[in-house]
């Protein structure tokens, strides 16, 4: 017994203990930055991009179309397209995804979610969310399952995964939503009780993905139902989710 009580206090606290200022690594890509005065249309970018996330005059990215895979920047030879490693990338409005020049870690920070007084009121201290896989690669899945482990810890802020829509307070949305997923994810929205919250996780939720033109999606489910909270990322980064979902709830992920 003695041995597990020295071993514990030799191994210290495995949790992020400020989740709101965690430290990324420098080479994750996060907010785009743009610099438009740089580009000359030469259209390279567009033409590489996997998902059209791309436009230009003026230069801009659609984080919910993007796969945050670096191509476009490689190919830049004017150093009009770049990455910083900012994370806090959720949004509750599918157009501030679109970022340009001005989108700035700061302003990105203060304008992409603004906190709603009937969700703070009903789920800021405890929210239950039900994830729906609807034609995931698992790869945003994985990521998710991450959120609860002993680093990220994310049921000390009250967030947990729950394994039926009828004890949920809300959905978690990944995949591109397949044709064979679309009628059970509509039946996994119509169990979940009211009121509920949806959340789009990654860019195959928020927009199709690479998947978008594929014959075999139906995407009446994220037209139908306007969603909450956008998260982009291919795959969503634990700190990206917590920290949305987070300022979501109770501001500026702020405990």
């Known amino acids: 017994?003695?041995?597990?009580?020295?071993?514990?206090?030799f191994q210290g606290n495995q949790f992020i203990k400020d989740i709101e200022n965690a430290p990324m690594r420098e080479q994750f890509r996060g907010l785009p930055v743009l610099k438009n005065s740089n580009c000359d249309s030469c259209a390279k970018c567009l033409n590489i991009?996997?998902?059209?996330?791309?436009?230009?005059n003026p230069l801009?990215?659609?984080m919910g179309k993007c796969?945050?895979?670096g191509d476009c920047k490689n190919i830049c030879t004017k150093n009009a397209i770049n990455f910083s490693n900012f994370y806090k990338l959720a949004a509750d409005d599918r157009n501030t995804l679109i970022v340009d020049e001005r989108s700035t870690k700061e302003f990105y920070e203060k304008t992409a979610i603004q906190v709603k007084k009937e969700i703070t009121s009903l789920f800021s201290r405890s929210l239950k969310l039900r994830q729906v896989s609807a034609g995931g690669c698992n790869g945003c899945e994985m990521e998710l399952n991450a959120c609860s482990n002993v680093n990220f810890d994310m049921g000390r802020f009250g967030i947990d995964f729950v394994a039926s829509p009828r004890h949920a307070d809300g959905l978690v949305i990944t995949g591109p939503v397949t044709k064979n997923m679309a009628y059970a994810l509509e039946d996994c929205y119509k169990a979940t009780p009211d009121p509920k919250i949806i959340i789009l996780c990654g860019a195959c939720a928020v927009s199709g993905g690479v998947f978008q033109d594929s014959s075999e999606l139906d995407r009446e489910f994220p037209e139908k139902h306007p969603?909450?909270?956008y998260i982009p990322g291919c795959p969503v980064h634990p700190l990206t989710f917590i920290n949305g979902v987070l300022s979501l709830i109770r501001g500026k992920g702020k405990k």
């Open 227 to 229: 969603a909450d909270l």
């Open 67 to 69: 796969t945050f895979c």
């Open 49 to 56: 991009c996997p998902t059209g996330a791309l436009s230009l």
């Open 1 to 9: 017994m003695f041995d597990t009580l020295k071993s514990r206090i």
């Open 60 to 62: 801009k990215i659609d």
